[in-house]
């Protein structure tokens, strides 16, 4: 960081007072190694709501600038483009974002790094976290839920120009790329300086777009052999505007990835309950919980047993109470009808 760029700024009369070039590395250093914003703060000396005011103008500063999350300008570019009084601010909120992003990163690497081992409690916890458990649970292996009956140009947060505000093609390619990595959606739109919001927002669209695409295609060519999966992008520009292309594109594209990443957990898992007992009663118990989960609240209850006919003269009087001899008598009878004794005649 130069120096004296960061003079430039401290002059400047609503500057921060307490933003130093000191105080922004050490918040950065702080947060990258795993602990909150208000923790990292307060290491430093800086309350917490200081902190969060700064982190918030740089938000809006880039936004205002049309300057993206994950930008890299040098620092004398930077400060030609937002002026002095911005640039501290806009510097804190990249390098926050970045730190931010750093332990997302490196602990979704050593998952994945143990499930190429094939340690199955890394897949295990991986299907856990993602969701993907619940999904399949939810519906039948192969099919999927229906899309919002709304129509997703409704809802979209469109620029002047009607595009998606910040799906741009660098911002496609990276969370294909980080999701089938393995990283949660969550993470992966940290990253690459979007909400988790906003992420789910264009999935829920493009799953919406790419069914309408399937439909389009079906009913121009009277064929039903479409599929959502096979679409190319020629075939989906063939019935999509460019804004609504890239919205089907992007949630294809994930979807792709990200099943690929959970049919190798599910392949290690399933492995290794060939081998190991625990992986055998971890996988009934997640994947079959109606019959084999180790909860029994979340097992299915047995149907009602059906009532047995009464009978009225029968149920008026007790039955008789047999005596020990009695009862053993009764019992051997039974055990010699059903050849686990032999009868008295041989």
């Not at 947060?31 to 909150?36: I, P, Q």
């Not at 998952?111 to 340690?119: N, Y």
């Amino acid at each position: 960081m130069a120096r004296a760029v960061w003079g430039s700024a401290s002059r400047a009369m609503s500057r921060p007072s307490k933003l130093t070039p000191a105080v922004h590395d050490r918040l950065v250093s702080a947060v990258s190694t795993g602990v909150t914003l208000r923790v990292a703060a307060q290491s430093v000396g800086v309350d917490p709501d200081t902190v969060t005011r700064w982190r918030n103008a740089g938000r809006q500063a880039c936004d205002a600038a049309g300057l993206d999350t994950n930008a890299v300008l040098g620092d004398e570019d930077l400060l030609a483009l937002l002026g002095v009084e911005r640039f501290a601010v806009v510097k804190l909120y990249q390098a926050l974002h970045r730190a931010e992003a750093r332990p997302a990163i490196v602990a979704t690497a050593s998952i994945m790094q143990a499930l190429d081992r094939g340690d199955w409690r890394a897949a295990q916890h991986w299907l856990h976290q993602s969701g993907r458990l619940r999904a399949w649970r939810a519906q039948p292996p192969g099919s999927r839920p229906a899309p919002s009956q709304d129509h997703p140009q409704d809802h979209r947060r469109t620029s002047a120009g009607g595009r998606p505000t910040k799906l741009t093609d660098a911002v496609h390619e990276q969370l294909v790329t980080l999701l089938g990595a393995g990283m949660f959606a969550c993470d992966a739109a940290a990253v690459v300086g979007i909400s988790a919001s906003t992420y789910h927002r264009w999935m829920r669209h493009g799953e919406a777009l790419l069914d309408e695409a399937t439909r389009r295609l079906q009913a121009r060519d009277h064929d039903d052999d479409w599929l959502c999966a096979d679409l190319s992008d020629d075939d989906l520009a063939e019935v999509l505007d460019a804004d609504d292309l890239r919205l089907a594109r992007l949630f294809r594209d994930v979807s792709d990835a990200q099943a690929t990443v959970a049919m190798r957990a599910k392949d290690v898992w399933y492995q290794a309950a060939r081998r190991d007992w625990r992986a055998a009663a971890a996988f009934l118990d997640e994947y079959y919980p109606e019959r084999w989960a180790s909860d029994p609240l979340r097992r299915e209850a047995p149907p009602p047993l059906p009532a047995l006919p009464t009978d009225p003269a029968a149920s008026a009087a007790p039955p008789p109470i047999l005596s020990a001899d009695e009862a053993k008598s009764a019992l051997l009878r039974v055990l010699q009808e059903a050849g686990v004794l032999p009868t008295d005649d041989a």
